[in-house]
């Protein structure tokens, strides 16, 4: 990443970028189970472990999937085969109608939380902007639907754009739309899809591949089960973090069993706050902590033999020991080195400037 400042400033005054603290995002997706108060629930959630975003998926499954199209692995192994429930049929039970979203906008502005959510198909993109919606989130499985990402990026406002399930290729076509339209306006996200995705698929070292080759703002969306990679991503100078929540895992549905619960997403964002606070702001400097240490642990200099008034302080003159922060700091070794003494020292006597 070059150095140059690159934000993203929200109508809510709300500050995504290098320089802020670490954006993070309660997934919500479509753990309401298509009920309003499941949908209230998991705004409680995020707001009490002090996210700054809860997000949502918005879609009509007319437009995104053919009524016999079969499910993807995970969907069976959550919510049966086919035969017993249709992806289609599932995915209309989790979609949110125009009332729903307007009334988890309005919870979502009382509990004083960003509101987001995920269009997957392009009438979903023209309600989430009729709702002023303040930023757009392009799911991975869109990451190669051009056609829905220049869509979403001609309205002109944020994007953050997950990126599994998709090559190299894919991902630099896609940027390419949104630096066309947006300039340096949006984030990608590298994630994993599978849910859950193991540990050692999570493949960080993309965060760092990303910063190099586009020298935009880079966010991880987070599939792996327990804290480990989350944690792992933060050093990795993420700029936005993105998990799944759930008011209970044994809840019927697809994504509930890769989701943290109430207690989990909170630990999970108070330890990421943490890290935070343990990188510091990169400028090494001694710290109000340290001064107390300083003077008592730093080394000055001390005769090691007796010298006159007017010698030469050769190297075999003197040595650093702790004085309690007396004396010439062994700092000033090469202007002490080779100058003349200004006074008669006796062995170990400290020497002053």
């Known amino acids: 990443m070059k150095n140059k400042l690159i934000n993203i400033k929200l109508k809510s005054n709300r500050f995504i970028g290098n320089n802020e603290k670490c954006f993070i995002i309660a997934e919500a997706g479509v753990n309401h189970n298509g009920k309003l108060s499941y949908g209230k629930k998991l705004i409680d959630i995020a707001v009490e472990a002090g996210a700054d975003a809860v997000k949502f998926q918005s879609f009509n499954a007319e437009e995104i999937i053919l009524k016999k199209a079969p499910k993807a692995r995970y969907h069976i192994e959550t919510t049966g085969s086919d035969k017993k429930q249709s992806w289609y049929e599932l995915l209309k039970t989790q979609e949110i109608s125009l009332e729903m979203h307007k009334q988890l906008i309005k919870y979502c502005k009382k509990k004083k939380i960003l509101f987001m959510s995920t269009p997957y198909d392009k009438k979903s993109v023209d309600l989430l902007n009729s ?199 062994a700092a000033d070794y090469y202007k002490l080195l080779n100058s003349r003494a200004k006074r008669k020292y006796k062995i170990n006597h400290i020497i002053k400037v």
């Not at 989990?264 to 706050?273: D, P, S, W, Y």
């Not at 200099?301 to 007796?306: E, I, L, P, S, W």
């Open 131 to 329: 709702l002023d919606v303040e930023i757009f989130k392009i799911a991975s499985t869109d990451v190669n639907n051009f056609q829905l990402i220049e869509y979403i990026a001609k309205k002109g406002k944020p994007v953050i754009l997950s990126t599994a399930m998709s090559n190299f290729k894919e991902v630099q076509i896609s940027v390419g739309i949104l630096k066309k339209y947006l300039k340096d306006n949006f984030i990608i996200m590298q994630c994993t899809g599978s849910y859950p995705a193991p540990l050692n698929e999570a493949n960080l070292n993309v965060i760092k591949t990303y910063k190099k080759k586009f020298n935009c703002l880079v966010g991880y969306s987070d599939h792996v089960m327990g804290e480990m990679a989350a944690l792992a991503s933060i050093p990795l100078g993420i700029c936005c973090y993105e998990k799944h929540i759930t008011i209970n895992k044994r809840l019927p549905g697809p994504d509930h069993r890769a989701s943290l619960e109430k207690k989990e997403f909170a630990n999970l964002v108070r330890n990421i706050r943490k890290i935070e606070l343990s990188l510091g702001d990169g400028k090494k400097i001694i710290s109000k902590p340290e001064m107390k240490n300083h003077k008592k642990l730093k080394k000055y200099f001390v005769a090691t033999k007796n010298i006159n008034k007017g010698d030469i302080i050769t190297e075999n003159s003197f040595t650093a020991k702790r004085t309690g922060g007396k004396g010439v700091s």
